[in-house]
């Protein structure tokens, strides 16, 4: 808040801000000059090493191709005699074995020269170890198949007579003067010698030579390296466009170290311009970067030692800058802190401000308002003014020792006003540490929560009476329906002896009146047994008299008692009950009235020539459950609340014709819930009705 205020804290980070900006650019500007001559340093050894390769492969070309050149002419000049001669046994040409054993004229390189006939017959042959017959070279072959007069390379292979030795031949087609095959001429050129001559034009340790015949295979290189000599060589890769901006025509490019001799290399390739070879000079890259590795770590010394000066004079300037602003800071810090109360003042509705003392010292607008104390009344009174007596002293203990402790305290309190009246707020109090970190202010931010504390005793008080009403509703029926009882069955047991006609005859409409006396009693009975069911449940009374049960024999045992009623009114009553299931830990009395009450219930909604199923069994969790489906009128989602609710009945023609309490689906669904049980109703209006009971899988005996 003080930067945005403009307070000294502002003016000093912002000279902080850009004197640290100034310290960043100039050390990247710094490093952007150290960088960019390390680059041109490394270009520049590139640059170099591909201009010096360059004068090496043009002395290296000039040298090869007169070499070749040379000894191709000596091979013309056996050609054109035979041609002249017509033939390789003319007499003329005898002297030819000589021509090819007179050394002295030819270079250390040219190891022989053989001339053969049409038949591949060795005819001159300076050398005695030589094979007789050429007949199966590739060299012969060519010139027999192909009858053009130029010259034939082979690749650079180990020599028959002497394995240790490589060579490569260069040979020409002899022919007739009428152009007929007559043999061929070959010079033999030792591959290591050459080598040793390309030696001499070499500038430095670090370079090496070779000579590539067209399909990339090594004729021979500088040093010699018989492994490598007449194998093929990967065609280089590209270094960049720096070393191809020195010598556009000339590919430089890397070898990697897997390609020769484990170096990875520079070269530099040209194509000889007369025969099927390419010349290459090449240099490692720690002798092309010799040069980038020696500058560069001077250059990094050097931008360590500016990049280090620089932030040193930057933090020392940073810190002076600080002492200078340090009295400006201290004579703003009682406007930072007038700001930080405007700002909470400015978000919240009731504050004050007291000491470690509980002295008020601030108090705002809205504090005055709730607690009707003048500004001047509350201002350094301590805050005990306000208290109300309603909390005990360890109550503020406890707020005290936690503000102390530098923790923010939340909780409402009740206050009391100037007038003696009573006010809740929903406080925090957030302590204000000092420099060295420990409370010197409490700062209090309360909400006036009154009118809803209010509420609360209102809504305690109305759950009160509410409770104590039920309490006396559920008296009173308890206590009536147990004074209802015993009349009831006095007459229940009257009219039993006159239906019997116990004592003498009766007329038929007396006994017809006293069969209605028994049934109205016998319902209003079943009416004051639910009754008094549903009040011990809501007091929790009622207590299951809980057993081992077997639910098949009491499914049976309910179907027989409730089939009477079901042929009475035209319904076929199905059961679907396995042979066995477990035995159920369950309050047999209760299990019956649940089933009673949903049978009853099905039959009395069913319509003549309509069926009800009661069906049991066991789920996959070992959970045992029965079900009752009726094929009767079946309800709505508001309907089956209403059905759900105490008293409820759904108003149908169906439900007309028969008597009911409206107490069968909601004590049934109680007793349920009281097993632990789910009871779980389908129902779908014109389709029928199906309620499942499902009890926990703890009642289940594991057998």
């Known amino acids: 808040m003080a930067e945005e205020n403009g307070t000294p804290g502002t003016g000093g980070a912002e000279i902080r801000n850009r004197i640290l900006a100034a310290c960043l650019i100039f050390i990247a500007l710094v490093s952007a000059l150290f960088a960019f001559r390390a680059r041109q340093i490394y270009d520049e050894s590139y640059a170099g090493a591909v201009a010096e390769l360059s004068g090496q492969t043009l002395a290296l070309k000039a040298f090869t191709e007169e070499s070749l050149g040379n000894i191709d002419a000596q091979l013309q000049v056996v050609a054109a005699r035979v041609r002249a001669a017509n033939g390789v046994r003319a007499p003329e040409l005898r002297d030819l074995g000589a021509v090819f054993t007179i050394r002295r004229f030819n270079p250390p390189y040219l190891h022989a020269m053989a001339l053969a006939d049409a038949d591949g017959r060795v005819l001159h042959a300076p050398i005695a170890e030589m094979s007789p017959s050429f007949a ?57 010698k050459l080598s040793a001559e390309y030696a001499r034009l070499r500038v430095r340790p670090e370079s090496s030579f070779a000579l590539i015949d067209a399909d990339g295979a090594l004729v021979t290189r500088m040093p010699y390296s018989p492994d490598f000599v007449g194998q093929t060589i990967r065609t280089p890769q590209r270094k960049g466009d720096v070393k191809l901006a020195v010598v556009p025509d000339t590919p430089a490019a890397f070898i990697r170290p897997e390609s020769l001799d484990g170096h990875a290399r520079l070269i530099v390739q040209r194509q000889l311009d007369r025969y099927p070879f390419s010349v290459g000079s090449t240099l490692t890259l720690d002798a092309v970067e010799a040069r980038w590795r020696r500058e560069w770590p001077r250059l990094a010394l050097v931008w360590c030692i500016v990049v280090l000066t620089t932030i040193t004079g930057g933090v020392l300037l940073v810190r002076q800058t600080g002492r200078l602003l340090a009295a400006r800071e201290t004579l703003g810090h009682a406007n930072r802190e007038l700001d930080f109360y405007k700002y909470a003042l400015d978000h919240h509705a009731i504050v004050g401000i007291t000491d470690v003392a509980g002295n008020i010292v601030y108090a705002n607008d809205k504090f005055c308002d709730i607690s009707k104390y003048d500004r001047e009344e509350l201002v350094g009174q301590n805050h005990r003014i306000l208290n109300s007596g309603v909390h005990p002293k360890a109550f503020f203990r406890d707020i005290w020792r936690a503000i102390a402790r530098g923790e923010v305290w939340r909780g409402e309190i009740c206050n009391r006003a100037k007038d003696g009246s009573l006010y809740w707020v929903d406080t925090a ?275």
Not at 165 to 192: M, P, Q
Not at 429 to 455: C, H, S, W
Not at 673 to 701: C, D, M, N, Q, W
């Open 136 to 192: 199966e070279r590739p060299y012969f072959i060519h010139h027999r198949d192909n009858p053009g007069l130029g010259p034939n390379f082979t690749r650079t292979t180990a020599a028959v007579v002497d394995p240790g030795v490589k060579r490569f031949t260069i040979s020409r087609r002899l022919e007739t003067a009428n152009g007929e095959f007559a043999g061929t001429v070959v010079a033999f050129l030792d591959a290591e």
């Open 429 to 703: 109090i957030v302590p204000l540490p000092n420099e060295r970190g420990r409370p010197f202010r409490y700062f209090a931010i309360r909400i006036d929560v009154t009118q809803r504390k209010q509420m609360e005793v209102d809504l305690v008080a109305a759950k009160t009476e509410a409770e104590a009403a039920n309490r006396f509703r559920g008296e009173l029926l308890a206590n009536t329906s147990h004074e209802l009882r015993t009349p009831l069955n006095a007459v229940i047991g009257f009219s039993d002896i006159l239906k019997t006609e116990a004592f003498g005859p009766l007329s038929p409409k007396y006994r017809e009146y006293a069969a209605d006396i028994n049934n109205a009693g016998r319902h209003l009975l079943r009416l004051v047994n639910d009754i008094l069911d549903m009040s011990a449940i809501d007091a929790g009374k009622l207590d299951l008299a809980e057993e081992r049960l077997d639910l098949v024999d009491l499914l049976k045992d309910v179907t027989r008692l409730i089939n009477h009623r079901a042929e009475a009114g035209g319904i076929e009553l199905r059961a679907k009950i396995p042979e066995k299931l477990p035995f159920l830990v369950a309050d047999e009395r209760r299990i019956k009235q649940i089933t009673l009450n949903l049978l009853s219930n099905a039959i009395k909604f069913n319509a003549p020539g309509g069926s009800v199923t009661l069906a049991a069994g066991r789920t996959a969790d070992g959970s045992l459950f029965f079900s009752v489906a009726d094929t009767g009128v079946g309800m709505d989602e508001e309907e089956v609340a209403v059905a759900m609710s105490r008293f409820g009945q759904v108003d149908s023609s169906l439900a007309r014709k028969h008597e009911g309490t409206g107490l069968g689906l909601p004590l049934a669904h109680e007793l349920v819930e009281l097993h632990g049980g789910r009871f779980e109703i389908a129902s779908a209006k014109g389709r029928g009705t199906t309620v499942t009971v499902t009890f926990p899988p703890e009642r289940t005996v594991r057998i």
